[in-house]
């Protein structure tokens, strides 16, 4: 892909809001939803971190200032910043994932047969899901680690929704200024900051597809918040 440029940008100086998810993890493969559980990247996921920081370089040759990145606290995103050669992203705490409650740790399927109907994540969330599935618990990892997963109350869309809303203030003033804002963070959770930038019902975030390791670019374009470039 080429350097990003939308007409009118040098005029606005209005700057872009680059969304980079994390690379595969054991999870991401399996199924099972991850919030706020701490699980690394795979050795596949590790790879594909670096690629997209290739890609991000070609379409961004400037890069970003090291103040203008952020990513969430979860190991997986702060690996993938890393590898994607921003080592010295600020941590942002309303970047963390989707809180998944008792939905943590499990796949839809599993989810769906202990709750009795077929549960989605984005018309039901977190306070659906069946009580047997509460808890907490320890999950080991095919190369032997051992994580602590926690399946309590979660949080609903509106209240994820809102914690977006609150990182797209806290870097808005850096876009305003022309800078380039990078978020490394988890699919939900970006996937639902885009409607809120786009000022659309959160649950619309269900229509966008973001893979491992893969950018999106959000702008303005005549006034409006807009996609750039979704899903590279």
Known sequence: MTAIHLPGDDAKKQGHLVLL??????WSVSGQHTGRTDIPLTPTGQDQARQAGAR???????GFAPDHVFVSPLRRARQTAALARYPQAT????????DYGRAEGHTRQQISEASGFAWDVWRDGP????MELAGD?????PGGEQVPVHNGEGETLAEAADRTRGVIRQVSAALDDGHDVLLVAHAHILRILTTQWLGVDPRDGRLLRLDTAHYCVLGQYHGDHVIVHWNC
């Open 21 to 26: 998810r994390h690379g595969q993890t054991v």
């Open 56 to 62: 991000l370089l070609q379409a961004f040759p400037q």
């Open 91 to 98: 941590v942002l705490d309303g970047l963390a994932e989707w």
């Open 127 to 130: 306070s659906r899901v069946s």
């Open 137 to 141: 618990w320890t999950a080991t990892l």
